[in-house]
């Protein structure tokens, strides 16, 4: 076995075996004393912690991707320079090889659609720690698994993964279904991960008899998972339930625990809240490990629900009802009180959910009181139906008029699909 593969191993059984909270207080004293020690650390080998004056967690600036971008030759450990490193992951993106190094680290680009792109620099270490920690938490065996992933980018920081008793694939969500139809038949994976958006391409491929494959696992990443999707993909494919890994270039942030809930991983990252409402929050991470580029206190932009009752299955980590989307995906129209009135995404999905007949939408706010619909079908009973559903939400929301476009469903396979989005 290579080094790499050991590191790995070594993450799996710790994963596996060795951290499982099902006391919340226990939880909280692994997370004082870990990130005393991980403080301490970037005191002494971050010039940007090392500035800073002593103290708790709570005393520390709250970075966001543009702020942490400001400052990253000064957060890192490593003599790595920002534009060297971005210069380097672009050309790596643009040649589909992903296989950006320096320094020994992996660079990787978080794929924000709005703003600026964030730089995310990996070690090897680091590396393994997060592919052991991945696996031991979301396979319940190794052996025997034909694993296929369909992932966008950062090809090469998934393919550290393969050995003899696991088989993994990686398939390029840029290229179309029909081309991916042969290797995937060929391996017939037991465990198949990819973005809702491609899950749902596959789901149609198995309809129409041009893939027959029957995975006994189906795992959603990288884009928000809407409950008619949920539906779509599980029927499709016969299984109980979807299962979902939040994960990002910020960190393994939660996955589905057996019972169906998406629990947050609380044992890798320290998750403070800046609520919303009374359920919905912002998530602000702090990264246990992460010591080539520090991850303290880092906003993250995300819309999370807090699930109403406990999980079944009894874990201390905090338990979630869904991930909800970018707050961007949030819209906030013009109120008849003349204040602006957010409807969050979820509403909007549910919304969209009840019209009959809809294949695919995105709804998309244009302006203070101009929304488009992106509809397949484009016209009809369905297209009718999706306007009065929105016009009913926006209505017991406390919208003032909004002018409804419908335009026909088009989407770029190479971009993440955001069903709900404010463009700013
Ligand atoms: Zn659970």
Redesign the pocket.
């Known amino acids: 076995m290579s080094t790499e593969t050991l590191r790995i191993a070594a993450w799996y059984a710790r994963a596996r075996w060795l951290t499982s909270f099902r006391s919340r207080p226990r939880l909280e004293r692994f997370q004082r004393r870990i990130l005393r020690s991980q403080l301490r650390f970037l005191r002494r080998r971050s010039a940007w912690f090392g500035r800073l004056p002593a103290g708790d967690l709570s005393d520390l600036p709250v970075l966001d991707k543009a702020s942490m971008m400001a400052h990253f030759n000064e957060l890192v450990t490593v003599p790595v320079d920002r534009d060297e490193a971005m210069a380097l992951a672009i050309a790596a993106e643009r040649s589909r090889t992903f296989d950006a190094e320096l320094h020994g680290c992996t660079i990787g680009l978080s794929t924000g659609t709005s703003g600026h792109r964030g730089l995310f620099l990996v070690s090897p270490r680091e590396r393994a720690q997060w592919a052991g920690t991945v696996l031991a938490r979301t396979l319940p065996r190794l052996r025997g698994q034909r694993i296929a992933l369909f992932l966008r980018a950062g090809g090469d920081l998934y393919e550290t993964v393969g050995s003899r008793t696991v088989r993994f694939e990686y398939f390029d969500t840029f290229r179309p279904v029909a081309e991916h139809v042969d290797r995937l038949t060929e391996l017939d994976p037991t465990i198949l991960v990819g973005p809702p958006s491609v899950l749902r391409g596959l789901v149609d491929a198995v309809a129409d008899g041009s893939l027959r494959i029957s995975p006994a696992k189906v795992y959603s990443v990288a884009e928000v998972l809407t409950p008619l999707d949920e539906e779509r993909i599980r029927e499709g494919f016969g299984v109980p339930l979807v299962h979902q890994i939040y994960q990002c270039t910020e960190g393994f942030l939660g996955h589905t ?1 057996e ?1 169906g ?1 998406l ?1 947050l991983n609380e044992d890798i990252v320290h998750v403070e809240r800046e609520h919303l409402d009374e359920r919905r929050f912002v998530p602000v991470i702090t990264d246990f490990r992460r010591r080539t580029q520090p991850i303290v206190r880092y906003r993250m932009g995300d819309v999370l629900v807090l699930r109403e009752s406990p ?3 009894g ?1 201390a980590m905090t ?1 979630l009802e869904r991930i909800e989307g970018r707050e961007d995906d949030v819209l906030r129209l013009a109120g008849r009180d003349g204040t602006t009135v957010p409807v969050y995404a979820d509403l909007v999905t549910r919304a969209v959910a009840y019209a009959d007949g809809v294949v695919e939408y995105r709804v998309v706010q244009t302006g203070a009181a101009e929304v488009r619909v992106e509809l397949d079908p484009p016209s009809g009973d369905a297209a009718d139906a999706v306007v009065v559903e929105l016009r009913r939400l926006f209505a017991v929301q406390g919208v003032a008029d909004v002018r409804i476009t419908v335009a026909p469903f088009e989407h770029d396979p190479s971009r993440k699909l955001r069903r709900v989005e404010r463009l700013p």
Do not use: E, K
Request: proline fraction near 11%.
């Open positions: 625990c019972a809930t629990h999980c079944p299955c874990s338990a």
